[in-house]
């Protein structure tokens, strides 16, 4: 099979580096892609300065309708898309069943919105010397918009870039993860399919240190970038003007106080701490447990876990598959065994083969261990007791994340306290932090990030408010 070629201002190209992807779960080869020289990364920035202003004059009715297209296309090639998550990406068939599924209504939420891009009017006749003036703002597309794409969802994640990009007007270049880069380049293939012009769309794969000449160059107008922090921090510092916006990392805190649903809250805390591997920025990795309830929640959570089906994710009824590569599964392991050190305690996995990470269940850590100070992405939570509420909302306020966190209690009072008092950008009551729908505001505070994902949020971080005053004073009679 030939190499997926590059895609430069809507022309495919082969190149000489190739990249070779494989399927986690075995090894195996999967598919072979062509790699962006710096060069390419040139013609692409060059081709979408071009493409911007194509993109920028067209009608909000003409952004939608490719949208809405490309949609259609996401759904038409449901099975080929699902195929490819779990075969680049060790994703189990269902998970992977879902993301396209997200994809398409990623897609179709942003087609909406492009049709509410509203201004407003403003009086500016407030005082005695601004008499017939009034201001009306309206929302402008940026110019070229880099979006950089993780291997954890690499198909949603790329359209929460590209789709409310061109909602905005602008032009796009994807550069996806180098584990996982296929289901990129076969996206921009159905957007030149849904009819964005061509100049407006690059799919650029290439390694992450000479990616980051798309952020020096100052011709890109947005950067959105979703990845680990220390890599989301250094492409803001070196972007200069650029305007940055970043999903970074976390450690998911949930709170289970003694009112909780416990078997409801078990059930999630399974799906929320294991599913894709836990390689989710917000998969639940550190529980909480008010101490009047934690024996009995600590054995439902047990028996959830161990309810998990773990091995190939071409399986459909498979729920825990591999990790995305060897590397991280170790590093992932080392935080683990740091713990037990330390006198932390491994109740359920624990072990470690290849690439496969069995779901852990830990005990007996404090928030200095790297198990919970740190994000583990991998199929790891701790189990926690504490004896108020003041004291759960402490802990999961310590650290220098900042995602989402859930809190499972029957009591109002105690949810808008947590509301209030988290240093997060969301807070999820009777659910787990992991909860997200598309078309929801999502981002991060402290060191998880900047600005905001969901496509109407992400289309105002890619656009700009302009003001124009008319002065009737000034006009003739």
């Given at each position: 099979?030939?190499p997926y070629?590059?895609?430069?201002?809507?022309?495919?190209?082969?190149?000489?580096?190739i990249?070779?992807?494989?399927?986690?779960?075995?090894?195996?080869l999967?598919?072979?892609v062509?790699?962006?020289?710096?060069?390419?990364?040139?013609?692409a920035?060059?081709?979408?300065c071009?493409?911007?202003?194509?993109?920028?004059?067209?009608?909000?009715?003409?952004?939608a309708?490719?949208?809405?297209?490309?949609?259609g296309?996401i759904?038409?090639?449901?099975?080929?898309?699902?195929?490819?998550l779990?075969?680049?990406g060790?994703?189990?068939?269902?998970?992977?069943?879902?993301?396209?599924?997200?994809?398409?209504?990623?897609v179709r939420t942003?087609a909406?919105e492009?049709?509410?891009?509203?201004?407003?009017?403003i009086?500016?006749?407030?005082?005695?010397?601004t008499?017939?003036?009034?201001?009306?703002?309206?929302?402008?597309?940026?110019?070229?918009?880099?979006?950089?794409?993780p291997?954890?969802?690499?198909?949603?994640?790329?359209?929460?870039?590209?789709?409310?990009?061109?909602?905005?007007?602008?032009?796009?270049?994807?550069?996806?993860?180098?584990?996982?880069?296929?289901?990129?380049?076969?996206?921009?293939?159905m957007?030149?399919?849904?009819?964005?012009?061509?100049?407006?769309?690059?799919?650029?794969?290439?390694?992450?240190?000479?990616?980051?000449?798309?952020?020096?160059?100052?011709?890109v107008?947005?950067l959105?970038?979703?990845g680990?922090?220390?890599v989301?921090?250094h492409?803001?510092?070196?972007?200069?003007?650029t305007?940055v916006?970043?999903?970074?990392?976390?450690n998911?805190?949930v709170?289970?106080?003694?009112?909780?649903?416990?078997?409801?809250a078990?059930?999630r805390?399974?799906?929320?701490?294991?599913?894709n591997?836990g390689?989710?920025c917000i998969?639940?990795?550190?529980?909480?447990?008010?101490?009047?309830?934690?024996e009995?929640?600590?054995?439902k959570i047990?028996a959830?876990?161990?309810?998990?089906?773990?091995?190939?994710?071409?399986?459909?009824?498979?729920?825990?598959?591999p990790?995305?590569?060897?590397?991280?599964?170790?590093?992932?392991?080392?935080?683990?065994?740091?713990?037990?050190?330390?006198g932390?305690?491994?109740?359920?996995?624990?072990t470690?083969?290849?690439?496969?990470?069995?779901?852990?269940?830990?005990?007996?850590?404090?928030?200095?261990?790297?198990?919970?100070?740190?994000?583990?992405?991998?199929?790891?939570?701790?189990v926690?007791?504490?004896?108020d509420?003041?004291?759960?909302?402490?802990?999961?306020?310590?650290?220098e994340?900042g995602?989402?966190?859930?809190?499972?209690t029957?009591?109002?009072?105690?949810?808008?306290?947590?509301?209030?008092?988290?240093?997060?950008?969301?807070?999820?009551?009777?659910?787990i932090?992991?909860?997200?729908?598309?078309?929801?505001?999502?981002?991060?505070?402290?060191?998880?990030?900047?600005?905001?994902?969901g496509?109407?949020f992400?289309?105002?971080e890619?656009?700009?408010?302009?003001?124009?005053?008319?002065?009737?004073?000034?006009?003739?009679?």
């Amino acid at each position: 099979m030939s190499p997926y070629p590059i895609l430069i201002g809507g022309e495919k190209k082969q190149t000489a580096e190739i990249a070779h992807v494989r399927f986690p779960y075995t090894g195996e080869l999967y598919a072979d892609v062509c790699q962006a020289s710096t060069n390419d990364l040139k013609a692409a920035v060059t081709a979408a300065c071009r493409g911007f202003e194509k993109t920028r004059s067209l009608s909000s009715h003409e952004r939608a309708e490719i949208l809405f297209r490309l949609a259609g296309e996401i759904k038409k090639r449901a099975g080929e898309l699902t195929e490819i998550l779990v075969m680049e990406g060790g994703k189990t068939r269902k998970f992977a069943a879902s993301e396209v599924s997200r994809a398409a209504v990623t897609v179709r939420t942003s087609a909406e919105e492009a049709k509410r891009l509203y201004g407003e009017i403003i009086p500016l006749d407030l005082t005695g010397d601004t008499k017939g003036r009034t201001g009306f703002l309206q929302r402008f597309p940026l110019g070229p918009v880099v979006g950089i794409v993780p291997f954890n969802f690499p198909l949603n994640l790329a359209c929460h870039k590209l789709a409310p990009a061109i909602a905005a007007g602008n032009s796009v270049i994807l550069k996806p993860s180098s584990a996982t880069p296929v289901s990129s380049l076969v996206l921009g293939d159905m957007v030149l399919a849904a009819g964005l012009p061509p100049e407006a769309i690059s799919i650029v794969p290439c390694a992450s240190a000479r990616a980051e000449q798309l952020a020096r160059d100052s011709r890109v107008a947005f950067l959105s970038f979703t990845g680990s922090c220390a890599v989301g921090w250094h492409l803001r510092e070196i972007a200069g003007r650029t305007k940055v916006g970043l999903e970074l990392g976390g450690n998911a805190a949930v709170i289970i106080h003694e009112d909780a649903n416990l078997d409801y809250a078990a059930q999630r805390i399974a799906t929320g701490g294991f599913i894709n591997a836990g390689q989710v920025c917000i998969s639940v990795q550190r529980v909480l447990v008010h101490r009047l309830v934690y024996e009995a929640m600590l054995e439902k959570i047990l028996a959830a876990v161990k309810g998990l089906r773990v091995g190939d994710p071409r399986d459909p009824a498979t729920d825990v598959g591999p990790m995305i590569d060897r590397l991280k599964a170790e590093e992932a392991f080392r935080k683990v065994q740091d713990g037990v050190k330390q006198g932390a305690r491994i109740l359920l996995g624990g072990t470690l083969e290849e690439n496969m990470f069995a779901p852990t269940v830990i005990v007996d850590t404090t928030p200095a261990m790297r198990v919970n100070r740190e994000e583990v992405f991998a199929p790891v939570i701790s189990v926690t007791p504490y004896d108020d509420f003041k004291e759960a909302l402490r802990i999961a306020n310590t650290g220098e994340f900042g995602l989402q966190v859930g809190i499972f209690t029957q009591n109002l009072n105690r949810a808008m306290r947590a509301f209030g008092e988290m240093d997060v950008g969301g807070v999820i009551v009777n659910d787990i932090p992991t909860f997200r729908t598309d078309q929801m505001p999502y981002g991060g505070a402290k060191g998880s990030g900047l600005g905001r994902e969901g496509p109407r949020f992400a289309i105002e971080e890619m656009s700009a408010l302009r003001l124009m005053v008319i002065n009737r004073e000034g006009g003739q009679e």
